[in-house]
Nanobody, 126 residues
């Protein structure tokens, strides 16, 4: 079983930056396709970014492309999401997900993932 724990959220003003971290533990061999999702108020979970760890291939939603970087911190066994130039539309609960079903690629559905972190709040004020 894969265990995920997010950290690094918080409140920031528009234009600011935040770095989220997702520590992966347990059956880490099943965490080769790690994704971040965002649930904005009143909305479903939207896919933000994916990292396929065997090749370090990155995938990004159009809404965050150019402002977000997903990367692996091998020393900490974590997947980070570095976000910059944040806008109020980036506000929401951010979740990391792993132990995926199917092909690891962009625009993943939340139903493609078995393991989820508890989520962490990001609030961007204007």
């Amino acid at each position: 079983q894969v265990h995920l724990a997010e950290s690094g959220g918080g409140s920031v003003q528009a234009g600011g930056s935040l770095r989220l971290s997702c520590v992966v533990s347990g059956a880490t061999n099943r965490a080769t396709c790690v994704s971040w999702f965002r649930r904005s108020p009143g909305k479903e979970r939207d896919w933000v970014a994916t990292l396929y760890t065997p090749t370090s291939r990155e995938y990004y939603a159009d809404s965050v492309k150019g402002r977000v970087t997903i990367s692996r911190d091998s020393a900490k066994n974590a997947i980070s999401l570095e976000m910059s130039n944040l806008t109020p539309e980036d506000t929401g609960m951010y979740y990391c997900a792993a132990d995926h079903i199917g092909v690891c690629e962009g625009n993943k559905s939340p139903f493609d993932f078995v393991a989820w972190g508890q989520g962490i709040q990001v609030t961007v004020s204007s």
